[in-house]
């Protein structure tokens, strides 16, 4: 049954359903039927300002944006900014500051070591207090003199005896005539500090501090090759041309010295088969003899250890040139040149050497 007193709210659930409405003396039916669905509804997604600044007095205009994806656009006008409000009545003064009346030390001595006590006294008879640890003297003295100006690279020295005053040497370091020599390239005093002359690799410094050659010329070893092979070994030529002992490790090289001048010494065994006609030593250029280098060194026909020594001249001075060892026979007899091996049969090494002259 449905309530149909004064007030009541009939609510249908079920939109084709049948109500019945009854009251003393009266039933009706109603039928109720569904209607049509209504347009969907739609909410708003943003709402934001899409011209103007929002200065005083200008007209901004605002865009809506629903969900349905469409808009729509409102203006507002931005009012003028009021007037300045009056003054706030002045606030009570702060408390009175303080300033500092005075520091002073209240204890201590100042002595090395120690710590002293500083009071601060401020405007509002306030105090507060601090500490300084006094740190100890230096160790040095400072009491040294000398004169009131100097001259640059001047030495100094010392003026008396008691160590605490100085004065100008009158002596200085530097290049010129009389000055203290400076140490050179690689530790060494500059030859023309020590001597007077020109220097060219062969000179010595003399007693009378002038560079000179010592009398008979100086030598020094430029270069040499010693060649001992294990097995005796006996190198023969039956000709007078001269050829290579042994190209390959009776060779040497070296670098001419300043004079152009070279003394070569050659020493291993010589012998020749016939004592009229001797074995034959020189030095040679890729096979080619040197004429002053060649010389007879054995005449026995039992060998013997000798040394051949000769100078030869007219060298260009700084070239690097290579001797080789080279014999011949005198004649028509066999030259046999003798070096290496071991024990009782040894023949010993064959020696090269170059010397400036």
Known sequence: MVDL????VVRVVNPSAVVQVSAPGLVKSLWLK????????????????????????????YTV???DGTSSTFTIHNGS???????????????????????????????AGTTDTYTITYTDATTSTFTVVNGADGSGVGDVTGPAT????????????TGKIIKDSGLRTGTASGDIPLLGTGGVLPVARLATGTPDGTKFVRDDGTLATPAGGATELLASTAYNPASATNVTNATTTYADVDA?????TFTVPASGAVIVSLSARA?????????????????????????????????????????????TPGASVTYRWMHANASTATTTTS???????????????????
């Open 81 to 111: 900014n009021g007037s300045n409000g009056s003054n706030g009545s002045n606030g009570s003064n702060g408390s009175a500051g303080r300033g500092i009346t005075s520091i002073a030390r209240t204890s201590g001595t100042g002595a």
């Open 271 to 315: 012998v020749t088969t016939t004592s009229s006609n001797p074995a034959m030593w020189g030095v040679g250029i890729a096979g080619t003899v040197v004429a002053a280098s060649t010389g007879r060194v054995a005449a026995a026909v039992t060998a013997a250890r000798v040394v051949h020594r000769v100078k030869i001249t007219g060298l």
């Open 65 to 67: 944006t629903f969900s």
């Open 248 to 252: 390959t490790n009776l060779s040497i």
């Open 150 to 161: 100097a001259v640059n690279n001047r030495l100094v020295a010392f003026n008396g005896t």
């Open 34 to 61: 569904e209607g049509p669905t209504g347009p969907p509804g739609r909410s708003v997604n943003s709402i934001a300002r899409t011209s103007g600044t929002g200065a005083p007095g200008t007209d901004d205009t």
């Open 5 to 8: 007193s004064p007030g009541a």
């Open 339 to 357: 070096y290496g091996g071991t024990g009782t049969t040894a023949e010993g090494q064959a020696l090269i050497e170059v010397w400036s002259a």
